[in-house]
């Protein structure tokens, strides 16, 4: 149990710290772009993290998620800066699109039909 406990700290942190990155860091490198950070899964043993990225206005998603996984590396660089006096070993980061609410809009939008 204690395990899953941590795993979910450790996504947490993860979750606040990438939203920072994004929102403070970058922000001059996304201008005109809201970018949320809304779930992280995170690998029992802290090497790889699937981060879900919400966005908008999202023009072209397959070339921003690229963008995003081109630029990973430094992202992490990033994200080790703001975690090191917390966590020891900063995962692998995989990004990719949360398109929830786009889904839920479709789903709405169908029922209203």
Known sequence: MQSN????KVSRLIQKE???VFNIDL?????????SVTT???TPDFSEARVFLSVFPLEKPNEFIKGINDN???IR???GGR???QFRKVPKLIFFLDDSAEFS??????IKK
């Open 5 to 8: 406990n941590r795993v979910s």
């Open 18 to 20: 990438l939203s920072n």
């Open 27 to 35: 922000i001059n490198q996304f201008s005109g772009i809201i970018i």
């Open 40 to 42: 992280v899964r995170i």
């Open 72 to 74: 990973k590396l430094f």
């Open 77 to 79: 660089g990033k994200l």
């Open 83 to 85: 975690i090191k006096n």
């Open 105 to 110: 809009n479709e789903i709405e939008e169908l």
